[in-house]
C-alpha cells in the first residue's frame, strides 16, 4: 500500500514541477519581450529618433 502512495506523490510532484518549469518559462519569454522592446526604443531615442 505504500508503494502505491509513493508512486503517485512521485507523479503529481513530477506534474507540479513541469508546471512550473512551463509557468517559468512563459514568464521569462514575457521578461525578454519587454526587454527587446526596451532595447529598441533605448537605440532609437540615441539614434534621434522617436517611436
Do not use: C, P, Q
Amino acid at each position: 500500500m505504500s508503494f502505491s502512495f509513493f508512486s503517485t506523490f512521485a507523479v503529481l510532484f513530477n506534474l507540479v514541477l513541469l508546471g512550473l518549469g512551463v509557468y517559468i518559462l512563459i514568464l521569462f519569454i514575457k521578461l525578454a519581450h519587454r526587454g527587446i522592446k526596451a532595447l529598441d526604443i533605448y537605440i532609437n531615442e540615441k539614434r534621434g529618433e522617436r517611436f
